[in-house]
């Protein structure tokens, strides 16, 4: 069974019933089952139960060839403690000079929107979801202009944690592929670029602060990721100032100006 530390225990159990042995493979570091009810029990997956009770009969495939070295650098520090590897092809994995104009140099870039005035989360009436109007501005400039320098649409995404925001960027970039980061767990592109939403004072910034939800964020992307958020909100949690900081060490960490090229 794949994706199993996703999945929720009945739904394991009805295919496991039928075998003489069985094999979950997945991803205990990233989204668990996605359950509304209250029951404490549906939340947990039997890989995860399984992982604690018999941690002998765990394997870890260390092997990762989704991205490069670079991108796999933080992820790899903050969730797997270093025990991943880079596979062979995965190493090459970096946009052409001509196909990236956004800070060329490094395949991740942070973009820093707090001493913009018009940065605000923003919420609708009678919805739980938020959105923010700028970063969507970026985000849909940042995929538009690297379409045109022959990026294909199918290798651009678009993550974000609100589906408000998911619906604003949409109207902006028809045949770019944005998503939830829920929705796009299992998935992957060339390219990602991240709007966080989140900026305010408030120092509880929900559930995006969840590491296993960053982790996923921030490991869909082959060759480019592109971060699009407010330090100074962000910062508040300590996944992200450690986040923030290695983009800041890797010559990564750009403060926004819309009279910047190609903003």
Do not use: W
């Amino acid at each position: 069974m794949d994706e199993a530390s996703q999945t929720t225990i009945p739904s394991v159990l009805i295919p496991i019933a039928k075998a003489n042995k069985f094999i979950l493979a997945g991803d205990p570091k990233q989204l668990p089952p996605t359950v509304t009810s209250d029951n404490k029990e549906l939340k947990k997956s039997l890989f995860e139960i399984l992982q604690k009770n018999f941690p002998e009969q765990q394997k870890l495939l260390n092997i990762q060839n989704r991205m490069n070295e670079i991108l796999m650098k933080f992820p790899n520090k903050e969730f797997y403690n270093n025990k991943l590897k880079c596979g062979k092809e995965a190493k090459n994995y970096f946009l052409k000079k001509n196909e990236d104009c956004y800070h060329h140099k490094s395949p991740i870039l942070f973009i820093d929107t707090s001493f913009e005035k018009n940065n605000n989360e923003l919420q609708y009436k009678n919805s739980t979801s938020k959105y923010n109007i700028l970063e969507s501005k970026i985000a849909s400039k940042i995929a538009k202009r690297y379409n045109q320098l022959g990026i294909p649409q199918s290798e651009i995404g678009i993550i974000t944690p609100y589906v408000d925001q998911v619906n604003l960027i949409k109207k902006h970039t028809k045949f770019i592929n944005v998503d939830t980061v829920d929705g796009f767990q299992g998935n992957e592109k060339d390219i990602i670029i991240i709007s966080m939403v989140r900026s305010s004072t408030k120092k509880d910034i929900q559930f995006i602060a969840d590491a296993k939800r960053l982790n996923v964020t921030l490991t869909r992307a082959r060759k480019k990721l592109i971060i699009i958020g407010n330090a100074k909100t962000l910062k508040q949690k300590k996944i992200y100032k450690k986040l923030i900081k290695f983009c800041e060490n890797n010559d990564a960490l750009l403060y926004y100006d819309k009279n910047l090229p190609n903003f």
